[in-house]
């Protein structure tokens, strides 16, 4: 007679067997069908959609791609010729995995697909967060609830609706997925509102009260239908699945910490100089006679117009939509610390530039790499860097400063002039055309074309700017509250404070290019007989273009609430919107602004990637035309293809630029220091230059 506990246990086993059976029956039922799309030559538009036979539904897709939701049984904006995956699950938890590769039809797509790796590993060196790999910190973005509001829900528009009916009463308890309210919009469409998450529900509206998805002018913030408050802090997750995490990029960190290092060594100089540094911008200080081609104004306005650009307009639209409008106060701290950088990078410029028997003048931070590090007996190194710094700069001015530009430039154009559409390459020869008439000139022609657009193009930008300002001015306490609020107190569905913190520092630090090292080249060609005299000039840049321009544009959006809106517009069309929402013909003046602002950053790169150029192929005015002519082309490239890998990897080249750039400030550190010293004391003793026309005046 069998053992009754034997029994039992043979019982047990043959059941689970059974059962393992039944689920592996039932996964081999499931039939995949995979159906692959490549609806166009452009890149990035491929579509992979999933067919399910068998199984138990409901089924959940956990694509490769973090924007497409758990639910979705299609994924589009994939990558052409790259590898991508979804595992495919049935409601008893049986999974298939699926790999394919979207087909690559044309040539760009094959080529975006090849230079894709590059840009993952460029991206792993400058975006690596160290806190993270060390255990400083937890990068994942955990919630303690989660707002319920109508931009989360994809059946309703921008209409107008009631709230018709609470389901669960307010501190009820909810479940993920089960029906809490009812709405009904203007025009009799009745939408269940379900909790997307389980928790303690919070009304925040009333029934009767009427609800929009975007936020009313002034409110800064998204209108809320309810928050639901979790037991415990959750981790809040991508529409895949996938945990999100906030990273501290190490390429940020570099840039911060040698901005804090340059304001504290030389002792607040952005703050203590930043009265000469106006002087000098104004010629009080311009000699004649003193070596070099262009003023310190001219030099500043071709520094300052290959920073104020794109960045400004559409950059800072996507960190204050991501960052809330906290972001604005670290952006704003940013630039205040970047100038003390500059100054850094700008004296060296100068000091180590060589001038040549015709005038030509050579200088930035390959000089001061080469032969500032050769005086402290670090030749070897000093080489190494200089190098490094001159391809980074070539391969930033062809992408970065050039086709980057053309591309967004054409895009923008087309939108206001639907003529242009289609028209890309015509439209990129045209563009071409405008600029080398510029650059043709050299550094004295691209100074006097800067010196006069980018005070057009800042002026009417920020009258802009002011005029949406002003059209709102009754909110301007509560913006102010909000981007202090949002500052230190962030939303944790905003990515908490670290999240807002490291937006703001990133746009800041990528906006200005303090610490890169381009505008020490346009600074090296200015008319001084004392290099930290630019140092001085320089001090206004970070100022006009991430204290000034970006904060404008940042108070533009948070002025309009443009800010907490969802309707998943981009950068510059987000920034549109906000300007049309008060005078309808606003976006065709930001258009011509972001014109200007592209054309003034493809000259001053120009100059930049020429100066890279000529340090490692030498000094021949035909190698330079050679240059110009390749300039030239990348422009019509730019404004014809969509390059978007290219374009990304071009553009990472000139924050790697920093790197070796910073190495080679931190070594001059005690050099610059000293310099400042004895002209901070020349000119207490009145010992400097004064232009006799300020002598005039000022009697």
């Known amino acids: 007679?069998?053992?009754?506990?034997?029994?039992?246990?043979?019982?047990?086993?043959?059941?689970?067997?059974?059962?393992?059976?039944?689920?592996?029956?039932?996964?081999?039922?499931?039939?995949?069908?995979?159906?692959?799309?490549?609806?166009?030559?452009?890149?990035?538009?491929?579509?992979?959609?999933?067919?399910?036979?068998?199984?138990?539904?409901?089924?959940?897709?956990?694509?490769?791609?973090?924007?497409?939701?758990?639910?979705?049984?299609?994924?589009?904006?994939?990558?052409?010729?790259?590898?991508?995956?979804?595992?495919?699950?049935?409601?008893?938890?049986?999974?298939?995995?699926?790999?394919?590769?979207?087909?690559?039809?044309?040539?760009?797509?094959?080529?975006?697909?090849?230079?894709?790796?590059?840009?993952?590993?460029?991206?792993?060196?400058?975006?690596?967060?160290?806190?993270?790999?060390?255990?400083?910190?937890?990068?994942?973005?955990?919630?303690?609830?989660?707002?319920?509001?109508?931009?989360?829900?994809?059946?309703?528009?921008?209409?107008?609706?009631?709230?018709?009916?609470?389901?669960?009463?307010?501190?009820g308890q909810v479940k993920k997925g089960e029906p809490i309210a009812v709405l009904k919009s203007t025009k009799n469409k009745e939408v269940y509102v379900k909790a997307s998450h389980s928790g303690t529900l919070e009304h925040m509206a009333q029934e009767g009260e009427q609800i929009s998805k975007l936020p009313e002018t002034g409110s800064f913030k998204s209108p809320l239908l309810g928050i639901i408050n979790f037991q415990t802090p959750q981790p809040l997750l991508h529409p895949n699945g996938d945990v999100k995490t906030n990273t501290i990029p190490f390429i940020v960190i570099w840039l911060i910490l040698g901005s804090i290092f340059f304001t504290l060594r030389l002792k607040f100089i952005n703050i203590r100089g930043f009265r000469h540094s106006l002087d000098l911008a104004r010629g009080k200080y311009d000699d004649p006679k003193a070596p070099g081609t262009i003023t310190h104004f001219q030099a500043m306005a071709t520094a300052v117009s290959a920073t104020v650009g794109l960045g400004n307009i559409a950059g800072v639209a996507v960190a204050i939509s991501l960052g809330g409008a906290g972001a604005t106060f670290w952006m704003f701290l940013a630039g205040f610390f970047g100038m003390s950088l500059k100054f850094a990078e700008c004296t060296l410029g100068v000091k180590y530039r060589f001038i040549d028997d015709e005038g030509r003048i050579f200088g930035g931070p390959m000089n001061y790499l080469r032969y500032g590090l050769e005086k402290r007996n670090l030749k070897r190194l000093g080489k190494f860097l200089a190098v490094l710094f001159a391809v980074l700069g070539v391969g930033a001015s062809f992408g970065g400063g050039n086709m980057l530009q053309s591309n967004q430039a054409f895009k923008i154009v087309s939108e206001q002039i639907p003529a242009l559409q289609g028209q890309g390459f015509w439209f990129g020869v045209g563009f071409a055309l405008l600029v080398g008439a510029v650059i043709i000139g050299g550094i004295k022609s691209i100074a006097k074309v800067t010196a006069k657009v980018v005070p057009i193009m800042a002026i009417l930008y920020v009258l802009g700017c002011l005029v949406v300002i002003g059209y709102h001015i009754e909110y301007i306490g509560g913006a102010f509250i909000a981007i202090l609020d949002g500052a230190f107190s962030a939303e944790a569905l905003k990515g908490g404070f670290i999240g807002v913190?490291?937006?703001?520092?990133?746009?800041?630090?990528?906006?200005?290019?303090?610490?890169?090292?381009?505008?020490?080249?346009?600074?090296?060609?200015?008319?001084?007989?004392?290099?930290?005299?630019?140092?001085?000039?320089?001090?206004?840049?970070?100022?006009?273009?991430?204290?000034?321009?970006?904060?404008?544009?940042?108070?533009?959006?948070?002025?309009?609430?443009?800010?907490?809106?969802?309707?998943?517009?981009?950068?510059?069309?987000?920034?549109?919107?906000?300007?049309?929402?008060?005078?309808?013909?606003?976006?065709?003046?930001?258009?011509?602004?972001?014109?200007?602002?592209?054309?003034?950053?493809?000259?001053?790169?120009?100059?930049?990637?020429?100066?890279?150029?000529?340090?490692?192929?030498?000094?021949?005015?035909?190698?330079?035309?050679?240059?110009?002519?390749?300039?030239?082309?990348?422009?019509?490239?730019?404004?014809?293809?969509?390059?978007?890998?290219?374009?990304?990897?071009?553009?990472?080249?000139?924050?790697?630029?920093?790197?070796?750039?910073?190495?080679?400030?931190?070594?001059?550190?005690?050099?610059?220091?000293?310099?400042?010293?004895?002209?901070?004391?020349?000119?207490?003793?009145?010992?400097?230059?004064?232009?006799?026309?300020?002598?005039?005046?000022?009697?």
């Open 1 to 171: 007679m069998i053992n009754s506990k034997l029994f039992a246990l043979i019982t047990l086993i043959l059941l689970t067997m059974s059962s393992a059976i039944a689920q592996d029956q039932s996964a081999s039922n499931m039939v995949v069908d995979l159906q692959l799309i490549n609806p166009s030559s452009e890149i990035n538009n491929g579509i992979a959609k999933v067919k399910v036979q068998g199984g138990q539904a409901p089924y959940s897709y956990k694509w490769s791609n973090v924007n497409t939701p758990l639910s979705e049984s299609e994924s589009d904006g994939l990558i052409e010729g790259m590898q991508h995956s979804v595992d495919i699950s049935d409601a008893n938890g049986n999974t298939i995995n699926k790999t394919f590769t979207i087909p690559a039809k044309s040539i760009t797509e094959l080529f975006n697909s090849k230079v894709q790796p590059a840009v993952d590993v460029m991206g792993a060196v400058l975006f690596w967060d160290a806190f993270a790999t060390l255990g400083i910190y937890d990068p994942v973005v955990y919630a303690s609830h989660i707002n319920i509001s109508l931009s989360k829900d994809k059946t309703i528009g921008n209409e107008v609706y009631n709230i018709k009916k609470w389901v669960v009463p307010n501190g």
């Open 501 to 699: 913190l490291i937006i703001g520092l990133q746009r800041a630090a990528f906006s200005s290019e303090a610490g890169v090292g381009s505008a020490a080249i346009a600074h090296s060609a200015s008319k001084t007989n004392h290099p930290i005299a630019d140092g001085f000039t320089s001090l206004v840049e970070p100022f006009i273009d991430t204290m000034l321009v970006c904060t404008m544009t940042a108070l533009v959006l948070i002025f309009t609430g443009k800010h907490e809106s969802s309707t998943g517009l981009g950068g510059v069309e987000l920034t549109a919107d906000a300007f049309g929402s008060v005078v309808s013909w606003f976006p065709t003046v930001l258009a011509v602004a972001v014109f200007l602002f592209a054309f003034s950053t493809m000259v001053s790169w120009s100059y930049y990637g020429m100066r890279s150029w000529s340090y490692l192929f030498g000094r021949s005015k035909k190698l330079e035309l050679v240059y110009k002519v390749m300039y030239l082309g990348f422009v019509v490239l730019g404004a014809s293809v969509s390059l978007g890998a290219v374009l990304s990897f071009a553009d990472m080249m000139i924050l790697a630029m920093s790197f070796p750039n910073i190495i080679g400030l931190y070594i001059m550190a005690p050099e610059i220091n000293a310099d400042m010293k004895v002209y901070w004391n020349k000119l207490k003793a009145g010992a400097l230059y004064v232009n006799p026309k300020f002598l005039k005046a000022e009697k």
